[in-house]
């Protein structure tokens, strides 16, 4: 099946021509014009499907479909666009009706977060997998449920916020208002706020000098390439990082009967101080029957996983 | 259609005929001889069967099915059921097959948290809704999730563990191995350990005297009572009871876009400190989207809820 899969994301809007759930036949990518209006970047997605279809030399009924990720909520029985808060001027958007409109084909809306869990799931770590929780750690920690091989939505799509388990009551304040949030400590800013003093404290750290004279330009890709390179400090807050992030997954493990996370974005790609943190401390804290068949994943799709996800929603 | 429900709790075997998801058309309890073996439990099983088919005065045929709670898990593609902690001299025991060659019709088995969240959905403070998390608060804090109106079992069936989320990383320790488990607040005995200090020193309290002398007969359904009368300590005990339990029902309602919550089991009696406690605190909690539409609901069915479930699962 000849599938096309769009990731809007805030900046650029990436999208593929595949042959869904088997290979990506041609490939774009445009900037969103967030800035500009509606038109603006629904033009952008015209934009991209036609270019798909020009590259691949098909026609537009050789395609069974259009999937699309947004980044914000959707009215799923009437294929609305909800106030997405990274495109201002996007109030209700009957986004679905607008692309089978002009192109004549069926299209489904689908959350980002989810469309990357579904990606991995299709083309990804979570190949083999039917049921995982998978993690994208960035400026939030957004995540997408597959149980039974499919998203898991909850009542009105909305469901995968892992970022918003507190594993600490009183823990610091996090931007939703509660406290203790696993994104409160893993979020980009979080994590740089509280890894600064840090870096700042041990002058032998590769990032001591950066830490106390450019610190904004520090960000934890920073870290983890120092952690690479034995940076003991760097180290210590990957691992910090991970065994928080474990608290947070043996919760949801417990409580969905999930044993496999699969984990991308940014600081994902620490590798050993981050998963070993998270390893050990989930490892500790789930319930006994998870003990043995927990398994933590390297997310292996990146910035694809959305697109291809997107891709796969007419499966 | 006509089910049977039966619930295998540790120490009784509860069982109705109904007339499915509408009323109950008969009923019966009988002890689950746990000590004995699964013989003797077996047969108590077949007792209530006949006597709840003799008392509606109708043959083996007339029924649709059974549906059993049991207290443990189970593979469900075989219909057995696997050390079920409860029962010590349960190893695997196929018990599907057990009662369908005996009665000549279908037996499905379900674990007991999720035929009490099933009994709620289908007679009690669920009926109108498809999307619940049903708790029970005892020794432990079970859980069962619905969802689409059906229960969510996870990858194998062991999904809806709500009391082993952590609300505190480095808080107190479970019995599962965890620290900071709801359940470690929550379930009788370490809400009496952490409650009892507080009614010793209060000599105001209507329980002080008792806590003193006679720590061990005193449990939570007593501080229920005293809140009742206004004790003051006891109402800040159930508050703050309440508290933490919302802390946990936000992480969930935010990682499953879930907002309704049943509450049942022996405090969740005490009312309004408890609930109010819960709704501070979850709602300050939760994401905006659910703040609006976070709902608490005390659960209807009290010790029927698990049988009503089995009675339901044919459905």
Same mark, same amino acid.
């Not at 038109?39 to 015209?46: F, I, N, P, R, S």
């Not at 009437?78 to 679905?96: D, Q």
């Not at 032998?204 to 106390?212: I, K, P, Q, W, Y």
């Not at 997310?299 to 499966?315: T, V």
């Given at each position: 099946?000849?599938?096309?899969?769009?990731?809007?994301?805030?900046?650029?809007?990436?999208?593929?021509?595949?042959?869904?759930?088997?290979?990506?036949?041609?490939?774009?990518?445009?900037?969103?014009?967030?800035?500009?209006?509606?038109?603006?970047?629904?033009?952008?997605?015209?934009?991209?499907?036609?270019?798909?279809?020009?590259?691949?030399?098909?026609?537009?009924?050789?395609?069974?479909?259009?999937?699309?990720?947004?980044?914000?909520?959707?009215?799923?029985?009437?294929?609305?666009?909800?106030?997405?808060?990274?495109?201002?001027?996007?109030?209700?958007?009957?986004?679905?009706?607008?692309?089978?409109?002009?192109?004549?084909?069926?299209?489904?809306?689908?959350?980002?977060?989810?469309?990357?869990?579904?990606?991995?799931?299709?083309?990804?770590?979570?190949?083999?997998?039917?049921?995982?929780?998978?993690?994208?750690?960035?400026?939030?920690?957004?995540?997408?449920?597959?149980?039974?091989?499919?998203?898991?939505?909850?009542?009105?799509?909305?469901?995968?916020?892992?970022?918003?388990?507190?594993?600490?009551?009183?823990?610091?304040?996090?931007?939703?208002?509660?406290?203790?949030?696993?994104?409160?400590?893993?979020?980009?800013?979080?994590?740089?706020?509280?890894?600064?003093?840090?870096?700042?404290?041990?002058?032998?750290?590769?990032?001591?000098?950066?830490?106390?004279?450019?610190?904004? =330009?520090?960000?934890?890709?920073?870290?983890?390439?120092?952690?690479?390179?034995?940076?003991?400090?760097?180290?210590?807050?990957?691992?910090?990082? /991970?065994?928080?992030?474990?608290? =947070?997954?043996?919760?949801?493990?417990?409580?969905?009967?999930?044993?496999?996370?699969?984990?991308?974005?940014?600081?994902?790609?620490? /590798?050993?101080?981050?998963?070993?943190?998270?390893?050990?401390?989930?490892?500790?804290?789930?319930?006994?029957?998870?003990?043995?068949?927990?398994?933590?994943?390297?997310?292996?799709?990146?910035?694809?996983?959305?697109?291809?996800?997107?891709?796969?929603?007419?499966?």
């Amino acid at each position: 099946m000849i599938t096309i899969g769009i990731d809007i994301g805030g900046s650029s809007i990436k999208a593929a021509l595949t042959e869904t759930g088997t290979s990506i036949l041609a490939r774009t990518q445009r900037p969103t014009l967030a800035e500009g209006g509606v038109d603006d970047t629904v033009g952008q997605l015209h934009a991209c499907i036609e270019e798909l279809i020009a590259a691949h030399d098909a026609a537009p009924a050789d395609i069974a479909g259009i999937g699309v990720g947004v980044p914000g909520a959707i009215d799923h029985d009437r294929g609305i666009v909800l106030y997405p808060p990274n495109l201002p001027s996007w109030k209700e958007v009957p986004l679905a009706a607008l692309l089978s409109d002009r192109w004549g084909v069926p299209v489904l809306l689908e959350n980002d977060a989810n469309c990357a869990a579904l990606g991995e799931r299709h083309y990804g770590a979570g190949r083999s997998h039917e049921h995982f929780i998978a993690l994208t750690l960035g400026t939030g920690v957004g995540g997408g449920i597959i149980t039974g091989g499919r998203i898991f939505r909850g009542a009105r799509g909305f469901a995968g916020e892992f970022g918003h388990i507190s594993i600490d009551a009183d823990g610091p304040a996090c931007n939703c208002g509660s406290h203790g949030c696993i994104e409160a400590y893993v979020g980009i800013h979080y994590l740089m706020r509280e890894a600064l003093p840090d870096l700042r404290n041990d002058p032998d750290s590769l990032l001591h000098t950066r830490a106390l004279n450019d610190a904004e =330009a520090l960000d934890p890709k920073d870290i983890a390439e120092a952690a690479a390179k034995g940076d003991a400090t760097c180290i210590a807050i990957l691992r910090r990082t /991970g065994e928080r992030l474990g608290v =947070a997954i043996a919760s949801a493990a417990n409580l969905l009967d999930i044993e496999i996370f699969i984990i991308g974005g940014g600081i994902a790609g620490a /590798g050993a101080p981050l998963f070993d943190g998270i390893a050990e401390s989930a490892r500790h804290r789930v319930l006994k029957v998870h003990r043995e068949s927990l398994a933590l994943l390297p997310a292996e799709l990146g910035n694809d996983a959305g697109m291809l996800g997107a891709a796969s929603l007419m499966l």
